[in-house]
T-cell receptor
Framework: AQSVTQLGSHVSVSEGALVLLRCNYS??????LFWYVQYPNQGLQLLLK??????LVKGINGFEAEFKKSETSFHLTKPSAHMSDAAEYFC??????????FGKGTRLHILP | DVKVTQSSRYLVKRTGEKVFLECVQD?????MFWYRQDPGLGLRLIYF???????EKGDIPEGYSVSREKKERFSLILESASTNQTSMYLC????????????FGDGTRLSIL
């Protein structure tokens, strides 16, 4: 069965430091990949997506992610964390049937 | 922008009640989904619908049913609410293509007492 693994349910970084949130998927075929962000008491908002083409994808709020087929990874990065980045982040994959499989989420804490 | 609207942000009901959660989208999307979100478990798919009057079970359909009489509206029904159905419920919609993202409402935080 397809699955998505997010390493670390909580990640803390200092303001201004690099943000790295890890996501690995299991698949024998190339998936479509997404990162979503959820702020408190809100729904999920799309940050970025990879479908085809360039493997480095840029999203909103300065985030980007790189699809690495050989590592089955789609890690999310941001060069410099801001306090407003504190939220929960979900990696997701889509294979068929229009359904999306979500990871369990990583809560990002920003330290002043 | 796609707008997915869930009828209630917060809802408190009693055990045994029949509960209706409503979701409306304004972008003519064919696909609609209901998830529940619990700490440490991520999002779990309850039901989804590819078209009007069509529905399919997701991963955790027990205790729930759905209704889609109009393309823009997808309702989740708790037939007889139980305390273990206390959760955040999220509705989403999308175009019928694998490479299209889902668009989410703000969620309904449901408490069953």
């Amino acid at each position: 069965a397809q699955s998505v693994t997010q390493l670390g349910s909580h990640v803390s970084v200092s303001e201004g430091a690099l943000v790295l949130l890890r996501c690995n998927y299991s698949s024998s075929v190339p998936p479509y990949l997404f990162w979503y962000v959820q702020y408190p008491n809100q729904g999920l908002q799309l940050l970025l997506k990879y479908t085809t083409g360039a493997t480095l994808v840029k999203g909103i709020n300065g985030f980007e992610a790189e699809f690495k087929k050989s590592e089955t990874s789609f890690h999310l990065t941001k060069p410099s964390a801001h306090m407003s980045d504190a939220a929960e982040y979900f990696c997701a994959v889509s294979y068929r049937d229009d359904k999306i499989i979500f990871g369990k989420g990583t809560r990002l804490h920003i330290l002043p | 922008d796609v707008k997915v609207t869930q009828s209630s942000r917060y809802l408190v009901k009693r055990t045994g009640e029949k509960v209706f959660l409503e979701c409306v989208q304004d972008m003519d999307h064919e696909n609609m989904f209901w998830y529940r979100q619990d700490p440490g478990l991520g999002l779990r798919l309850i039901y989804f619908s590819y078209d009007v009057k069509m529905k399919e079970k997701g991963d955790i359909p027990e205790g729930y049913s759905v209704s889609r009489e109009k393309k823009e509206r997808f309702s989740l029904i708790l037939e007889s609410a139980s305390t273990n159905q206390t959760s955040m419920y999220l509705c989403a919609s999308s175009l019928p293509l694998n490479n299209q993202p889902q668009h989410f409402g703000d969620g309904t935080r449901l408490s069953i007492l």
